[in-house]
T-cell receptor, first 109, second 118 residues
Framework: DAKTTQPPSMDCAEGRAANLPCNHSTISGNEYVYWYRQIHSQGPQYIIH???NNETNEMASLIITEDRKSSTLILPHATLRDTAVYYCIVTGANSKLTFGKGITLSVRP | GAVVSQHPSRVICKSGTSVKIECRSL??????MFWYRQFPKQSLMLMAT?????????EQGVEKDKFLINHASLTLSTLTVTSAHPEDSSFYICSARDPSGGASLIQYFGAGTRLSVL
C-alpha cells in the first residue's frame, strides 16, 4: 500500500471549512484514497473514499489532484463534534486498511 | 453507514482469565472481518484478518494461540484473549468489510472494547 503523509495537527474555527491535506505521491493506479476519523475512545468512522474523481457525500468532500499524488478532505462547516483524529489511507480494493498517525483536528468555538 | 456492533464495550478481568469479545455486522453479511488493537496515544494496529469459514490470518508478531479468532457465520466474529495479562490491556476494535461496494469495499468499525487486566 502507498504511504501517506499528513501534518500532525491543525485547528479551525467552528462554522468554517476545515481542509485536511494528505500526500500520497507513491499511489498506484488501482489504489483508492480512504478517509476515516476517530473521536476519542471510539472506533473509527468511515467518511469518504475515491479513486480519481472528486467525491462528495453528506459528511465531506474529497478533492484528489489530477496526478493523484495528494488529496484534501473538506469539512464544509466544522462543528465542535468534528474534533477528532483524521486518517488518510491509500490501499487497493479488497485490501486491508493500515492506519498511520493521522492528523488531529481541533475545532475551536 | 452500515452498523457494526461490538460487545462488551468495557471489560475488567483478573490476570490469567480469558475474555471473549463479539463483533456483529448488523445490516450486511461480512465474509471478511478484522481485529485491531490500539494502545494509548498510538494508532490502530491490525492484529488479524478473519474470513468466514476458514482460519484467521494473523499479522506478524501476533500470537494466534493467545488471540483466538472465530468467524463462524457471515455476521459474527469473536476474539478471545486467552490467559490475559496486564500487558494485554488495550482498546480492541473490530471491523467488517461491506461486500456491496462494487470495486471499492468499505470497512465499518465497531465502537471498540476497552480491556483492563488487573
Amino acid at each position: 500500500d502507498a504511504k501517506t503523509t499528513q501534518p500532525p495537527s491543525m485547528d479551525c474555527a467552528e462554522g468554517r471549512a476545515a481542509n485536511l491535506p494528505c500526500n500520497h505521491s507513491t499511489i498506484s493506479g488501482n489504489e483508492y484514497v480512504y478517509w476515516y476519523r476517530q473521536i476519542h475512545s471510539q472506533g473509527p468512522q468511515y467518511i469518504i473514499h475515491g479513486l480519481k474523481n472528486n467525491e462528495t457525500n453528506e459528511m465531506a468532500s474529497l478533492i484528489i489532484t489530477e496526478d493523484r499524488k495528494s488529496s484534501t478532505l473538506i469539512l464544509p462547516h466544522a462543528t465542535l463534534r468534528d474534533t477528532a483524529v483524521y486518517y488518510c489511507i491509500v490501499t487497493g480494493a479488497n485490501s486491508k486498511l493500515t492506519f498511520g498517525k493521522g492528523i488531529t483536528l481541533s475545532v475551536r468555538p | 453507514g452500515a452498523v457494526v456492533s461490538q460487545h462488551p464495550s468495557r471489560v475488567i478481568c483478573k490476570s490469567g482469565t480469558s475474555v471473549k469479545i463479539e463483533c456483529r455486522s448488523l445490516d450486511f453479511q461480512a465474509t471478511t472481518m478484522f481485529w485491531y488493537r490500539q494502545f494509548p496515544k498510538q494508532s490502530l494496529m491490525l492484529m488479524a484478518t478473519s474470513n468466514e469459514g476458514s482460519k484467521a490470518t494473523y499479522e506478524q508478531g501476533v500470537e494466534k494461540d493467545k488471540f483466538l479468532i472465530n468467524h463462524a457465520s457471515l455476521t459474527l466474529s469473536t476474539l478471545t484473549v486467552t490467559s490475559a495479562h496486564p500487558e494485554d490491556s488495550s482498546f480492541y476494535i473490530c471491523s467488517a468489510r461491506d461486500p456491496s461496494g462494487g470495486a471499492s469495499l468499505i470497512q465499518y468499525f465497531g465502537a471498540g472494547t476497552r480491556l483492563s487486566v488487573l
